[in-house]
């Protein structure tokens, strides 16, 4: 479905600003390739990527520049996207964006030496951090581009140890009384350097990885990211795999929006809701427990298939997972939905329009709660997504409201597709039959020589990918979640890049809240649904 | 209640040492300041909720200022940019102070043996209670916290227990 497009370096923004005009108005990711360790044709060390979606959102444009000098053309005047994803490539690379606002680091920490992502950078070499930076520089710089001078201004900062920030976010606001005048957010707190890592497992290995992405749905990252992989190398997965990976995905989507619900809810003051919404999040981890074994980081997808195929007995224990869903979902609607309060707390609070929303490249419920009918399983359908029933839920303002109710709208019609799934789920095998990709069953490898060879190959070399560099993506449960992998053969990918939606909306988050309330701000936050792991990666 | 009770003589007074009842005092009212910032901090969570429920251990109070909590539970990935903010925040606590370190990334950096990831948070302040698993289950994490309330009970509090305790952000 994507197109590859090599171009000088020279004319690159003038020709992203050309395909802007041509409709490719939506941002996926920038990333750069270090080749150093890698034979290409080309004599330069890195490149950059970028990755473009057209408006009909089917079309996808990845487009290549090698570079020879560490400086390129921001396009941040074009996406405001592009702001964080630049510094992003500046932090892990070193190359420099000419003409960008706040060319600083954003996932590294201030004193931090180097750029980690270059091959030449030894994987293990961590650097102390002895003061963590004030920001201050920062904030002088944004009111003076806000043109804020002459107020009584109180600094705060909200995070990045807050019980609202979920996790590790770090907002500085400049308040005007209650009202934020200027925010700034810092994040990186919680990156655990997932990209670099992957860099030194094989491709089976990095499932567990993709677990703590987002860790509040680990199977749909397992999901998007096997998926990226299978592509690769041609293979086409059963279709009782199809049905399985889709059921998950939504069994997934279900526990991902219950939490941020139950979140948001208790923000709000609504602590009741928070047993309502997490007690039937407890019931999907015992089927989770019974199916994979483990809780929350399942790790259950591999190359080829997954792990083992359904247990006697999980269809009837899924039944009663979704009534039990159904009716936690139920109760907590039927203590908010005609709650004069949490109308008033939500309704309005935190607007982004459609046309920055896409400008800012936010993604799944947060760009359709304002009004973008944007889905991928409709728009790029896969693993069969085209035969079962289910309506895309859109917002129509893109306030907090919408957002919240974007999501339990969303758990009705994933229940939905789950029942149709389980109706007509085909019999068969969950894994292909192909010796160079799938392990071999126990049996052999106890029994003959063929299997132990086979098993000790796949364990320690990994699964071959023929050298390629490829980006593909899935409706994860905040959004399209893609991976971006360059493979060079080996068993190893040598370079994946996430295109991660909290990092989108972590980005969008400090313009949405400028002159709001204080207290709003806790709120657009947590209706964002930011999971730090997917973010930080 | 026993104090209620009409066979009990009302005018009984029970001798223990100072220490034990301090101690038995303590056992069951420990307020947790939860430093959560990944996976672990969702199981925390289900620690908290009605299912598994932390607070039939008398350790619910869950206070996210660190002045008003007495135990710490690091929940989490502890990266090199987030590790002066757990140290400030542990200074922050008073005494008599515990630490609980949830999960494999706090106690030992995890399957993160790379450039951003603390190789363990008892590089930068001291732990009493290490609890593995990638998250650990919620029952696990009752456990380190009923194994806690057994040494409260059992053994005299030592407030010097970590005096040569050096970290690798306290020589600045």
Same mark, same amino acid.
């Given at each position: 479905?994507?197109?590859?497009?090599?171009?000088?370096?020279?004319?690159?923004?003038?020709?992203?600003?050309?395909?802007?005009?041509?409709?490719?108005?939506?941002?996926?990711?920038?990333?750069?390739?270090?080749?150093?360790?890698?034979?290409?044709?080309?004599?330069?060390?890195?490149?950059?990527?970028?990755?473009?979606?057209?408006?009909?959102?089917?079309?996808?444009?990845?487009?290549?520049?090698?570079?020879?000098?560490?400086?390129?053309?921001?396009?941040?005047?074009?996406?405001?996207?592009?702001?964080? &994803?630049?510094?992003?490539?500046?932090?892990?690379?070193? @190359?420099?964006?000419?003409?960008?606002?706040?060319?600083?680091?954003?996932?590294?920490?201030?004193?931090?030496?180097?750029?980690?992502?270059?091959?030449?950078?030894?994987?293990?070499?961590?650097? &102390?951090?002895?003061?963590?930076?004030?920001?201050?520089?920062?904030?002088?710089?944004?009111?003076?581009?806000?043109?804020?001078?002459?107020?009584?201004?109180?600094?705060?900062?909200?995070?990045?140890?807050?019980?609202?920030?979920?996790?590790?976010?770090?907002?500085?606001?400049?308040?005007?009384?209650?009202?934020?005048?200027?925010?700034?957010?810092?994040?990186?707190?919680?990156?655990?350097?997932?990209?670099?890592?992957?860099?030194?497992?094989?491709?089976?290995?990095?499932?567990?990885?993709?677990?703590?992405?987002?860790?509040?749905?680990?199977?749909?990252?397992?999901?998007?990211?096997?998926?990226?992989?299978?592509?690769?190398?041609?293979?086409?997965? /059963?279709?009782?795999?199809?049905? @399985?990976?889709?059921?998950?995905?939504?069994?997934?989507?279900?526990?991902?929006?219950?939490?941020?619900?139950?979140?948001?809810?208790?923000?709000?003051?609504?602590?009741?809701?928070?047993?309502?919404?997490?007690?039937?999040?407890?019931?999907?981890?015992?089927?989770?427990?019974?199916?994979?074994?483990?809780?929350?980081?399942?790790?259950?997808?591999?190359?080829?298939?997954?792990?083992?195929?359904?247990?006697?007995?999980?269809?009837?224990?899924?039944?009663?997972?979704?009534?039990?869903?159904?009716?936690?979902?139920?109760?907590?609607?039927?203590?908010?939905?005609?709650?004069?309060?949490?109308?008033?707390?939500?309704?309005?609070?935190?607007?982004?329009?459609?046309?920055?929303?896409?400008?800012?490249? &936010?993604?799944?419920?947060?760009?359709?709660?304002?009004?973008?009918?944007?889905?991928?399983?409709?728009?790029?359908?896969?693993?069969?997504?085209?035969?079962?029933?289910?309506?895309?839920?859109?917002?129509?303002?893109?306030?907090?409201?919408?957002?919240?109710?974007?999501?339990?709208?969303?758990? /009705?019609?994933?229940?939905?597709?789950?029942?149709?799934?389980?109706?007509?789920?085909?019999?068969?095998?969950?894994?292909?039959?192909?010796?160079?990709?799938?392990?071999?069953?126990?049996?052999?490898?106890?029994?003959?020589?063929?299997?132990?060879?086979?098993?000790?190959?796949?364990?320690?070399?990994?699964?071959?990918?023929?050298?390629?560099?490829?980006?593909?993506?899935?409706?994860? /449960?905040?959004?399209?979640?893609?991976?971006?992998?360059?493979?060079?053969?080996?068993?190893?990918?040598?370079?994946?890049?996430?295109?991660?939606?909290?990092?989108?909306?972590?980005?969008?988050?400090?313009?949405?809240?400028?002159?709001?309330?204080?207290?709003?701000?806790?709120?657009?936050?947590?209706?964002?649904?930011?999971?730090?792991?997917?973010?930080?990666? | 209640?026993?104090?209620?009770?009409?066979?009990?003589?009302?005018?009984?007074? $029970?001798?223990?040492?100072?220490?034990?009842?301090?101690?038995?005092?303590?056992?069951?009212?420990?307020?947790?300041?939860?430093?959560?910032?990944?996976?672990?901090? $969702?199981?925390?969570?289900?620690?908290?909720?009605?299912?598994?429920?932390?607070?039939?251990?008398?350790?619910?109070?869950?206070?996210?200022?660190?002045?008003?909590?007495?135990?710490?539970?690091?929940?989490?990935?502890?990266?090199?940019?987030?590790?002066?903010?757990?140290?400030?925040?542990?200074?922050?606590?008073?005494?008599?102070?515990?630490?609980?370190?949830?999960?494999?990334?706090?106690?030992?950096?995890?399957?993160?043996?790379?450039?951003?990831?603390?190789?363990?948070?008892?590089? $930068? $302040?001291?732990?009493?209670?290490?609890?593995?698993?990638?998250?650990?289950?919620?029952?696990?994490?009752?456990?380190?916290?009923?194994?806690?309330?057994?040494?409260?009970?059992?053994?005299?509090?030592?407030?010097?227990?970590?005096?040569?305790?050096?970290?690798?952000?306290?020589?600045?």
């Amino acid at each position: 479905m994507s197109k590859y497009i090599t171009i000088l370096s020279k004319g690159l923004y003038s020709f992203i600003k050309t395909k802007y005009e041509n409709g490719f108005n939506y941002l996926l990711d920038i990333t750069a390739i270090d080749y150093s360790e890698y034979e290409t044709e080309h004599k330069q060390q890195y490149a950059l990527v970028y990755i473009l979606r057209h408006q009909d959102f089917k079309q996808v444009i990845i487009i290549k520049t090698y570079i020879s000098s560490l400086y390129i053309d921001s396009i941040s005047d074009i996406f405001s996207g592009a702001n964080w &994803l630049e510094r992003e490539v500046y932090d892990q690379y070193g @190359i420099e964006f000419n003409n960008h606002p706040n060319m600083r680091r954003v996932l590294n920490h201030r004193e931090f030496v180097g750029f980690p992502l270059r091959k030449s950078y030894p994987i293990t070499k961590g650097q &102390l951090l002895y003061e963590v930076d004030d920001l201050l520089d920062e904030m002088k710089n944004h009111l003076k581009y806000k043109n804020i001078k002459d107020k009584d201004l109180m600094f705060l900062n909200i995070g990045p140890a807050h019980p609202a920030s979920h996790g590790t976010i770090r907002t500085y606001v400049a308040l005007d009384g209650e009202t934020i005048a200027a925010a700034i957010t810092e994040i990186g707190y919680l990156h655990r350097g997932f990209e670099k890592s992957c860099e030194n497992h094989t491709y089976n290995q990095i499932v567990p990885y993709t677990d703590r992405l987002n860790y509040c749905s680990a199977i749909s990252n397992n999901i998007a990211f096997v998926k990226t992989v299978e592509e690769m190398l041609n293979l086409d997965i /059963t279709p009782r795999a199809k049905a @399985i990976r889709v059921m998950l995905l939504e069994l997934s989507r279900i526990e991902d929006h219950l939490v941020c619900l139950a979140a948001i809810l208790v923000d709000m003051g609504g602590l009741t809701n928070y047993w309502y919404i997490y007690n039937p999040r407890e019931d999907i981890y015992d089927l989770l427990s019974k199916l994979t074994g483990a809780r929350l980081t399942n790790s259950f997808m591999r190359v080829g298939g997954m792990a083992n195929d359904l247990y006697d007995g999980f269809k009837a224990d899924l039944k009663n997972v979704l009534i039990k869903v159904k009716e936690g979902i139920d109760e907590a609607l039927s203590l908010i939905k005609h709650n004069r309060i949490f109308h008033d707390r939500t309704q309005n609070i935190g607007i982004i329009s459609a046309k920055d929303a896409i400008n800012a490249s &936010l993604t799944g419920p947060n760009l359709r709660a304002s009004g973008i009918s944007f889905d991928m399983r409709k728009d790029n359908p896969y693993y069969g997504y085209e035969n079962y029933d289910f309506d895309v839920v859109v917002g129509s303002i893109g306030d907090v409201y919408d957002r919240i109710m974007v999501r339990f709208e969303e758990i /009705t019609q994933s229940t939905s597709i789950i029942k149709q799934v389980m109706k007509n789920l085909p019999d068969g095998e969950v894994n292909i039959k192909d010796a160079s990709v799938v392990l071999p069953k126990k049996e052999d490898v106890y029994n003959t020589i063929e299997g132990v060879m086979n098993q000790f190959k796949l364990i320690i070399d990994g699964v071959k990918v023929a050298s390629n560099e490829y980006y593909s993506s899935i409706e994860a /449960t905040n959004g399209e979640l893609g991976f971006f992998i360059v493979s060079d053969g080996s068993g190893t990918p040598y370079k994946v890049k996430v295109k991660s939606p909290s990092f989108s909306a972590i980005a969008a988050y400090p313009s949405m809240i400028e002159g709001s309330l204080l207290a709003d701000s806790i709120l657009t936050l947590g209706s964002l649904n930011i999971i730090a792991g997917e973010m930080d990666r | 209640m026993e104090l209620e009770n009409p066979q009990l003589p009302t005018d009984t007074a $029970i001798v223990t040492k100072l220490e034990e009842a301090v101690g038995w005092a303590r056992e069951s009212s420990l307020w947790p300041m939860i430093f959560g910032t990944a996976c672990c901090a $969702i199981e925390f969570m289900s620690a908290a909720s009605s299912r598994y429920d932390i607070s039939r251990f008398g350790a619910e109070v869950v206070r996210f200022a660190p002045k008003q909590a007495d135990l710490m539970i690091v929940a989490g990935t502890i990266s090199y940019k987030q590790a002066p903010i757990l140290k400030q925040i542990y200074e922050q606590m008073c005494e008599p102070k515990w630490v609980i370190s949830m999960g494999a990334c706090a106690c030992s950096g995890g399957f993160y043996d790379n450039y951003t990831t603390m190789q363990g948070i008892d590089e $930068i $302040i001291p732990v009493d209670v290490y609890v593995a698993g990638c998250p650990p289950r919620p029952e696990a994490l009752l456990d380190a916290l009923i194994s806690l309330q057994k040494d409260l009970r059992e053994k005299k509090y030592n407030p010097k227990r970590h005096k040569n305790f050096k970290g690798a952000l306290d020589n600045v």
